[in-house]
């Protein structure tokens, strides 16, 4: 199994800043593509950023200019750099995962994270 665990959440002021973090650990591995999502009460969950195996990005519209994904070479720790925060950003930013076992049969998997509460409030 892989498994994520999420860091780096908590309350910040408008204006301020937080930086997210996302570990994989278990079985040998190869991540894909890491992305962060995140659900705020009664909303569907909503893509955020990713990143993928090159290291290419994408960013939701709403996050442009605001937020940077990054990761280290291995793919195993993802960050979520977050500038500017905004009130609407509040939510339950989760980590994601996809890729494929390094050993036969090379099964793929989806993993996720539990989540970390991201509250931006004076």
């Known amino acids: 199994q892989v498994q994520l665990v999420e860091s780096g959440g908590g309350l910040v002021q408008p204006g301020g800043s937080l930086r997210l973090s996302c570990a994989a650990s278990?079985?040998?591995?190869?991540?894909?593509?890491m992305n962060w999502y995140r659900q705020a009460p009664g909303k569907e969950r909503e893509l955020v950023a990713q990143v993928n195996l090159g290291g290419g990005t994408n960013y939701a519209d709403s996050v442009k200019g605001r937020f940077t994904i990054s990761r280290l070479n291995a793919m195993n720790t993802v960050y979520l750099q977050m500038n500017s925060l905004k009130p609407e950003d509040t939510a339950v930013y989760y980590c994601?995962?996809?890729?494929?076992?390094?050993?036969?049969?090379?099964?793929?998997?989806?993993?996720w994270g539990q989540g970390t509460q991201v509250t931006v409030s004076s």
């Open positions: 994601n995962a996809r890729g494929y076992y390094s050993a036969s049969p090379y099964h793929t998997f989806d993993s």
């Open positions: 278990g079985t040998i591995f190869t991540i894909n593509g």
